[in-house]
């Protein structure tokens, strides 16, 4: 299921769009692993948005790729008009990742003169870490710094080339919940300038709060893709499953209340609305049997749609795919 | 809408740096990230001034004469050699500790080019190799035992470092081949091992003859050879700069390669 966003088409009014990213069907694999499975993603510029999925969902592959530090098998990726590799070279993205990519044996102020140094156009490295409030450890080694000011100093690192595409790997693993507020205030802050942002995280409460737009990801696979509000009200509504030999998708579409439908094999999945007139529906006009009304909450229905296939069956909710 | 336009305007306004994101910023700072491991700047620079003083300053080696100088110039040089190829591929080999520290996947999300941050790496090395090689040379001005030409020494001394670029190159191909944790050690007993195959500290013609004929093949001997020609004067036998391109080929290639992988990362 694809929900389209409200939020993709701000900013495209006025000509030609340009999009923050673009990927069209990515697929990344790793041996026979696919780890990337046919992604397909368009953020428009300005948009805040959270990957959501469990671990091995495809999260980190799919951020690779718009990243340029890994090539996809297959699909075309373009970031604001431009392979990956020229963005990064113009300073139009940058990345906070999750650990590591400090070197422990530099200053913070000379991890952050280093990295200016690299751009064609770079902040200041003193205002930069002033702005990310560790000025008074610009002369700290790396090494002797604590995780939180680690991720602070990625974060001035990140901001250094002024980018239009901020991109944030799990950013606040590990950090405290006073941390992750005072880094997701920070991070609000400068997109109200127009940054793209987008991060990838398993915390659902953290894409609901910070983000204008969720994109779901299981097993390599977009399973939603719409505002948070949109996700929830795709969740409170009920699947109807029925065994309905040789029905098509677009007859499924007509049923009444039907909002998204799926056919596989016999088996009719039909994400309702109103699960009773479809219910009825399908009882007195088709010959559908065994049929079954399955309703879930938000958390089932995030369960469902990211989780693995045993947890999925569980709540056989398998409509949203 | 205005926003949007703005961005299209800043996105084609932008451009990358110049060569590659090269710059002296970086290279001053490589450098002083050197310098500051004390333990690479003290084998690299202090052993060999060390061995030169133990071994060098024989009261014979004075008085015997070796070509244009003596034998103290002689092993002045092969002293200046080693200190010089300890001191690039230290350098060369600290990649591996960016490796497993994420700061060589953290500087692909700049604008520094692969070739602009091999070149950064080596000049870093070649400035270590300098103070090795001065080391070495002031060490064996000041003892005034050694003795050759001016001009000859400067000669020597220039051709040590220079041709300490080769295990520049070595150094890289095993930082990029192994963990961090062992590298440096395990580049200390493998340049031992080369320094004494490559004649460095006994001659090899004090070797057994089946052995000189595999030492003939490391690749410390053919440097070792060249750099000890403008003091010898004995010309430039071909085999010794055949010596030299083969096993920069197969360094310079092997680090070539494993940088591929490193940063293709399938």
Request: charged content about 20%; aromatic content about 6%.
């Amino acid at each position: 299921m694809t929900l389209t966003s409200a939020a993709s088409g701000a900013g495209r009014a006025g000509g030609a769009p340009l999009l923050a990213v673009d990927l069209t069907g990515i697929h990344k694999n790793f041996g026979h692993v696919r780890a990337v499975d046919g992604v397909d993603l368009k953020l428009a510029t300005g948009e805040i948005v959270a990957i959501l999925g469990p671990n091995g969902a495809g999260k980190t592959s799919t951020i690779d790729i718009i990243l340029g530090l890994s090539q996809p098998t297959s699909g075309r990726v373009s970031v604001l008009g431009m392979q990956p590799r020229q963005a990064i070279s113009r300073g139009l993205i940058s990345a906070v990742m999750q650990t590591g990519g400090l070197l422990r044996d530099l200053t913070v102020f000379e991890t952050v003169e280093y990295t200016a140094s690299l751009f064609a156009h770079a902040q200041n490295p003193r205002e930069a870490l002033s702005r990310a409030g560790i000025a008074e450890i610009a002369d700290r080694r790396v090494g002797k710094c604590s995780g939180g000011e680690q991720q602070r100093l990625r974060f001035a690192m990140a901001l250094l080339s002024d980018p239009e595409l901020l991109v944030l790997d799990e950013p606040t693993t590990g950090m405290d919940v006073e941390g992750r507020r005072t880094f997701w205030a920070a991070i609000r802050k400068d997109a109200e300038q127009g940054r793209t942002v987008l991060f990838a995280t398993h915390y659902l409460e953290e894409a609901d709060a910070y983000a204008d737009r969720i994109v779901l990801l299981r097993h390599g696979k977009v399973v939603a893709d719409g505002t948070a509000s949109q996700i929830k009200a795709m969740a409170a509504g009920r699947t109807v499953r029925a065994t309905l030999p040789g029905a098509t998708e677009d007859m499924l579409r007509e049923v009444p209340g039907a909002e998204d439908v799926e056919v596989r094999g016999d088996t009719v999945l039909i994400h309702s609305k109103d699960s009773d007139a479809t219910a009825r529906y399908l009882l007195t006009t088709t010959p559908a049997k065994d049929l079954e009304i399955i309703a879930r909450g938000i958390e089932d229905a995030f369960i469902a749609l990211t989780g693995d296939d045993t947890q999925a069956s569980v709540t056989s909710t398998g409509a949203a795919r | 809408m205005t926003t949007t336009r703005a961005i299209a305007a800043d996105v084609s306004a932008r451009r990358a740096p110049a060569f590659g994101g090269f710059n002296l910023t970086a290279l001053k700072l490589e450098i002083r990230r050197l310098t500051r491991n004390r333990r690479t700047v003290i084998i690299a620079i202090v052993v060999p001034v060390v061995f030169f003083l133990l071994f060098g300053l024989n009261k014979a080696y004075d008085s015997l004469p070796s070509g244009h100088g003596n034998v103290a110039a002689f092993v002045m040089i092969s002293l200046a050699l080693y200190g010089a190829v300890l001191a690039t591929s230290f350098a060369g080999a600290m990649v591996s500790i960016e490796r497993s520290q994420g700061w060589s996947r953290q500087l692909r999300l700049t604008p520094l080019s692969p070739a602009a941050y091999i070149s950064i790496k080596i000049l870093t090395a070649l400035v270590l190799g300098f103070c090795s090689v001065a080391a070495v040379n002031i060490a064996g001005i000041l003892t005034h035992k050694a003795s050759m030409p001016v001009s000859l020494w400067i000669a020597s001394a220039f051709s040590v470092w220079i041709g300490s670029l080769l295990f520049a190159a070595f150094g890289l191909f095993l930082g990029y081949l192994l963990p961090a944790e062992n590298v440096l050690q395990l580049l200390g007993l493998i340049l031992a091992l080369l320094s004494f195959a490559g004649g460095l500290f006994i001659p090899i013609s004090q070797f057994a003859v089946g052995v000189r004929d595999v030492a003939k093949w490391t690749p410390l001997y053919g440097l070792n050879q060249l750099v000890h020609t403008p003091l010898l004067g004995n010309g430039v036998d071909w085999t010794w700069v055949v010596n030299v391109l083969a096993w920069l080929a197969i360094f310079a290639g092997g680090a070539m390669w494993r940088m591929r992988k490193d940063t293709a990362r399938g």
